[in-house]
């Protein structure tokens, strides 16, 4: 179902603030407005109304005051006959018989028609029999709020002079809902369509819970039918017994509005979505994800050893010299190749000795024999290999002196008789190798979780080298491209400039005087900075990266409460910037009910989206606020950060201009408030702000003192300082 608003007054003022997907406007009258509705509602659904008999627009309008009801049959047969599809009638719904009367007369079916009743009783609806009045099938829309009829309108709609209506889902494909000899001439929905259909497909997908998983199939609103679109309907497909085609047709809209209903009637029930999914459904999940995960380590892992491979490539078209660690890196590799050679050589011999022992029943002495010719090189002795076993370990054979092709062969050692009292030396006695099979559950859980811990250890040492591979590609790259100053002829150039007046520098006031303080740089906090820069660039719109410097400094510790915000985290613990296992884990799987609650993922997800529905609000042109960098700034901070970037900045605008919703929810994310003293202004923030000297940008954190000290040499006035210790990337004429 469809919302649509209409209004006698200006429908730009009167609709501001809503989300507008359809909108009624007169196309003549005292109250003509449809200009304008046009105008400015290109992306909406526009009806023109007719309330003289002109003839012109879509939609009649047959009340006291307007046209006659009786006129609603001759007007539709006019509009029908210059063109116009299923025209729409608009009358109240007390008077039915009347306008199908007129209907009739003319010879108009009721298909050729919409039908839009007026039926205020505040609650959204499209009256039918149960309304009373003689109705006799469905209508396509009904008016069922307005400021007119006191009482009729949400509280969300106080204060505006609007009626709200709503409208059957295929009321804009040109289909009537009313039953039998229904005609849809709706279209399908393929993948790369968009439209107002499309928003209420991936709203419809985003209610009804999947049976298999429980969970909507979708996400959220789309407003193009993209690949998780056509991924998740073809979802639906299979479990309703549909054909999969992933093309939303007449059959799967018929499944997708029976499935609404039933969700619909079983939260008036209060019962639990779906079936709880069994243990073949999360084996399949299971493989299906690692298969994802596999792929995706495989495409960073050949993308990363290009890199590589293209650094050491240009460190020896450079020339550079051999250093040891090369050295020692080849003979680790040469001594790893000898080593396995050496075991491959000696499984044979141990076989054999340990079938000599087995078969003879004494130890007997060993006949000489003669050493065979071996290359003159000598030869590190190599240990003898062994089964794994858990326990202690054999005590290593002696050395033996390697043997040449001259040596004489060694006498045997003489053998001590046997006693009754001597007892021979208790020979180690081998355990079998370990069987997975018996291990416990308990043990097999400790070594996935083990493996699972080194595995993602080993890929964060991996990624982190690929990163300083790719930096030394840029900082190469950069400097090819650094301009080459050549002499003009006849000039010479010596190493050294003559001697002449010296011109003193201009003295740049730093911009802190004492610099906060910060935990010392450790491995593991650079591995969280990590981690939260992937959370933010994944699920986060218009907030940069932090610097992955390794110091827990204000800046992670704020983006530490950033992020437990957008996690769902409530008081005390999204207030505090302390980082434990569930933290990282839920970093990692945000959807996943395996580690938070179902109120904490709902109220993460209802943040999230917030999250983008304000920033897609600040980035709407207004008056006073231009684009740098995709971001919307206040204009005229606009022509600093052309200067600047003119002058040798290469940095970005992380943030600029907000709306004062979004100051505040940015508040909420940092404190849990509406303002902050000393941390977050809310909707008071400069932010906020673009009429000069009042405005702000954000900028990266990795050329923040260059646009500094650009901006302190900076031609325009006022200059864009910052004054604030802990947050460095700020700059205002103000400086807060």
């Known amino acids: 179902m469809g919302t649509m608003f209409d209004t006698a007054s200006d429908p730009g003022a009167t609709f501001s603030g809503l989300s507008v997907e ?64 299923r025209p729409v009638i ?57 400021r007119d009829a006191r009482g009729t309108l949400p509280s969300r709609y106080a204060g505006r002079n609007i009626d709200v209506s709503m409208t059957a889902d295929d009321f804009w494909g040109g289909a009537t809902s009313s039953g039998g000899g229904a005609r849809h001439h709706s279209k399908a929905l ?17 209610y009804i819970p999947s049976r298999a998983t429980g969970h909507p199939y979708l996400d959220g609103t789309r407003q193009k039918v993209d690949g998780e679109t056509v991924a998740a309907l073809k979802r639906f497909q299979s479990e309703h017994h549909l054909h999969v085609t992933g093309v939303f ?6 499944a997708l509005d029976r499935a609404v209903r039933l969700e619909k009637a079983r939260r008036r029930r209060g019962k639990q979505p779906g079936r709880r999914p069994g243990l073949a459904d999360l084996v399949t999940r299971y493989r299906h994800f690692d298969a994802e995960t596999g792929r995706a380590w495989k495409e960073l892992a050949a993308y990363g050893d290009a890199r590589r491979a293209a650094v050491k490539r240009a460190h020896i078209e450079a020339g550079a010299e051999v250093t040891l660690a090369d050295i020692a890196e080849i003979l680790r590799r040469i001594e790893h190749e000898i080593q396995g050679l050496a075991e491959h050589e000696a499984k044979p011999a141990l076989a054999m000795v340990a079938a000599a022992v087995t078969d003879s029943p004494a130890p007997v002495a060993p006949a000489p024999v003669a050493p065979a010719p071996v290359a003159p090189t000598p030869v590190a002795p190599t240990p003898v290999a062994t089964a794994v076993i858990d326990g202690p370990a054999p005590a290593a054979p002696a050395p033996v002196a390697p ?24 020979a180690p006695v081998a355990r079998k190798p370990v069987v997975l099979d018996d291990l416990t559950d308990a043990q097999l ?26 930096r030394q590609i840029a900082r190469a790259r950069q400097h090819q491209h650094a301009p080459v100053l050549t002499p003009k002829p006849g000039v010479v150039v010596t190493q050294r400039p003559p001697e002449g007046p010296r011109t003193e520098k201009p003295h740049i006031r730093p911009v802190h005087q004492s610099k906060p303080s910060v935990k010392p740089a450790s491995p593991g906090a650079r591995k969280l900075q990590i981690a939260l820069n992937a959370f933010t660039r994944r ?27 957008y996690l769902g985290y409530t008081g005390a613990a999204h207030k505090s910037s302390t980082v ?99 941390t977050c202004a809310g909707r008071t923030s400069h932010h906020s702000q673009r009429v000069k000297p009042f405005g702000a940008v954000d900028v990266d954190v990795a050329h923040r003192d260059q646009f500094a000290q650009l901006m302190s040499k900076c031609p325009y006035e006022p200059k864009l300082v910052n004054h604030l210790p802990k947050d460095r990337n700020h700059f205002s004429a103000q400086g807060n």
């Open 22 to 85: 359809a909108v009624a406007a007169y196309g003549n009258g005292r109250f003509a407005n449809f200009t304008r509705a046009k105008q400015q509602f290109p992306n909406a659904h526009i009806l023109q109304i007719d309330v003289s008999g002109q003839g012109i627009g879509d939609t009649g309008d047959f009340e006291p005051g307007d046209m006659r009801y009786s006129r609603a049959g001759s007007w539709a047969k006019q509009r029908i006959a210059a063109g116009v599809k």
């Open 580 to 678: 434990d296992e569930k933290l990282l884990k839920r970093m990692k799987a945000p959807h996943s009910a395996r580690h938070s609650t179902p109120a904490m993922l709902s109220r993460a997800a209802r943040r999230r989206r917030q999250q983008r529905k304000h920033l897609k609000v600040a980035a709407a042109s207004r008056a006073g606020v231009a684009t740098f960098d995709k971001k919307p700034v206040a204009e005229w901070i606009k022509p600093y950060l052309v200067w600047a970037r003119k002058h040798g900045w290469q940095g970005t605008v992380i943030s600029g201009y907000r709306t004062p919703e979004y100051s505040e929810s940015l508040c909420r994310e940092k404190c849990g408030a509406v303002r902050c003293p000393g």
């Open 539 to 565: 699920y986060l719109k218009g907030l940069g990266p932090i610097a992955t410097d390794g110091k827990i400094g204000p800046q992670t510790k704020g983006r530490i409460r950033t992020v437990k915000y």
């Open 90 to 146: 608009y009358f109240s719904a007390s008077h039915w018989q009347e306008v199908m009367a007129s209907l009739r007369e003319a010879g108009v079916s009721r298909n050729d028609v919409r039908i839009w009743t007026a039926h205020y009783n505040g609650r959204a609806h499209l009256c039918s029999a149960a309304c009373g009045f003689g109705i006799t099938g469905t209508a396509d829309a009904t008016q069922w709020g307005s």
């Open 249 to 254: 047709g007449q059959e799967s809209r018929h």
């Open 190 to 206: 393929r993948h790369g369509d968009t439209g107002h259909r499309v928003e209420q497909l991936t709203r419809r997908l985003s």
């Open 403 to 426: 043997a040449t092709a001259t040596a004489a062969p060694a006498a045997p050692a003489p053998v001590a008789p046997a006693t009754a009292t001597a007892a021979p030396a208790p």
């Open 445 to 470: 859980a400790v070594r996935v979780e083990r493996l699972d811990h080194m595995l993602d250890e080993a890929r964060e040492v991996l990624i982190a080298r690929y990163v300083e591979a790719a």
